[in-house]
């Protein structure tokens, strides 16, 4: 048994949380006593952080562990505070029927983490047996799993009725036409994301898919997404750090190590509309799109970037310097991803009650954390705020009752 004392994200109640470290499930959350294995001051308890994208490289070929694998991946996600993630498909062995798949998930269990994979959907796919939440790539970027028309993907996807379908939106014919342009920005300009998000929703709506629609970048794009809910369509959305951090006029002359698909390409106006509608809910989740890669393949133009050991930092900047509260940091970063990998578990993620999982995220809103490469866990050893200073950071993170941290 492992107990813990604290102030409670939203109730502002201090509680004593005690967890069962066989099952990894909360069995009480009782009034303080003060003798628990572990007493906190001033820190906040959030019912664990959930990021719903990531790339944790690792596959049957272990073609790709030199960036990362299922091990790094948990500990830079611990390190952010993050208990669990939704894993992409797009590896050089990808997930794409039964077997392909359980080999692969078989490959999570060294995991310090809770991990729920996402499988992929190609040209000539089909559904898996069991229930799983399915990705798919509607044009090229980065790895061999992609369509290359709309029509070629509405036809793979009629097969998908009822499924969870989650849709990586740039349109393929865009994306070809704008080939040859100078910069990354220009070859994937924001009519793709627009196009294909418009496309993503129709045929949600067509073969009712249980849709969602990954890091979207655009307000337009977004719009839509939001039309689309009121006219009773089931999708939901996806907005990364990186898209409400960095906007157009903060990057540097050298690019390369912030190329991303799809760019950092916004203004400041479309950068903090997203922060805006992240935080009054008509964003669902924030989710990192953690795609890592070395240093030299980034100097090569490669695709990506690194979050996970950032989320909960980021989390404070969020609400230090945006007015986030914490009932919207734990709608988008905990109940509401909890709600979408719930579906394909046993165990139940997303609320600090009796019976649900002891996985919890502790931040210090009053201590600051410059990012530097030492206090990292990723395997490819760098991120895009290298040298930012967030407000608060991440002082403990337990995993089904096993604190992690000082």
Same mark, same amino acid.
């Given at each position: 048994m492992f107990s813990i004392e604290g102030i409670i994200a939203n109730t502002g109640e201090k509680k004593c949380i005690e967890i069962d470290t066989n099952?990894?499930?909360?069995?009480?959350?009782?009034?303080?006593?003060?003798i628990a294995d572990l007493v906190l001051k001033d820190e906040i308890i959030f019912s664990g952080f959930i990021d719903l994208h990531v790339h944790a490289r690792e596959d049957a070929s272990h073609k790709q562990d030199y960036k990362e694998d299922f091990i790094t991946a948990g500990e830079a996600a611990i390190n952010g505070g993050v208990v669990a993630i939704g894993e992409m498909p797009n590896n050089p062995v990808p997930p794409v029927d039964d077997d392909s798949f359980e080999t692969k998930n078989n490959l999570t269990k060294k995991s310090p983490i809770t991990i729920v994979l996402y499988a992929g959907i190609g040209p000539n796919a089909k559904p898996l047996f069991k229930k799983v939440p399915y990705k798919v790539f509607m044009g090229p970027s980065v790895g061999d799993l992609f369509f290359t028309s709309n029509e070629e993907l509405e036809k793979v996807l009629e097969k998908y009725e009822n499924q969870y379908v989650?849709?990586?939106?740039?349109?393929?014919?865009i994306l070809e036409e704008n080939a040859n342009k100078n910069t990354h920005e220009a070859k994937r300009p924001p009519e793709a994301e627009i196009s294909a998000v418009d496309f993503a929703l129709k045929l949600i709506e067509k073969y009712n898919l249980v849709g969602k629609i990954c890091h979207c970048s655009t307000i337009e794009g977004i719009n839509k997404i939001i039309d689309a809910k009121k006219r009773g369509i089931n999708v939901t959305v996806e907005v990364t750090p990186h898209h409400l951090y960095f906007d157009e006029t903060m990057l540097p002359e050298n690019r390369k190590n912030f190329q991303v698909n799809p760019p950092i390409r916004q203004t400041q106006e479309n950068r903090l509309s997203l922060i805006k509608l992240l935080k009054n809910g008509d964003i669902d989740y924030l989710a990192t799109d953690h795609a890592p890669h070395t240093i030299e393949e980034k100097e090569k133009g490669i695709s990506g970037l690194t979050h996970?050991?950032?989320?909960?930092?980021?989390?404070?900047?969020?609400?230090? =310097?945006?007015?986030?509260?914490?009932? =919207?940091?734990?709608?988008?970063?905990?109940?509401?991803?909890?709600?979408?990998?719930?579906?394909?578990i046993l165990d139940k993620y997303g609320k600090i009650e009796k019976g649900y999982v002891?996985?919890?995220?502790?931040?210090?809103?009053?201590?600051?954390?410059?990012?530097?490469?030492?206090?990292?866990?990723?395997?490819?050893?760098?991120?895009?705020? =290298?040298?930012?200073?967030?407000?608060g950071s991440v002082v403990r993170t337990i995993i089904k009752g096993v604190p992690y941290g000082k």
């Open positions: 099952t990894g499930l909360i069995v009480n959350v009782a009034e303080p006593s003060g989650s849709f990586h939106c740039e349109d393929p014919k996970l050991d950032t989320y909960g930092p980021f989390i404070t900047w969020l609400i230090r =310097e945006h007015n986030f509260t914490e009932e =919207e940091v734990v709608r988008v970063c905990s109940y509401n991803p909890a709600n979408f990998i719930n579906n394909f002891g996985s919890l995220t502790i931040l210090d809103l009053n201590k600051p954390i410059t990012i530097t490469k030492d206090k990292l866990k990723t395997k490819c050893g760098w991120s895009p705020f =290298e040298g930012i200073t967030f407000p």
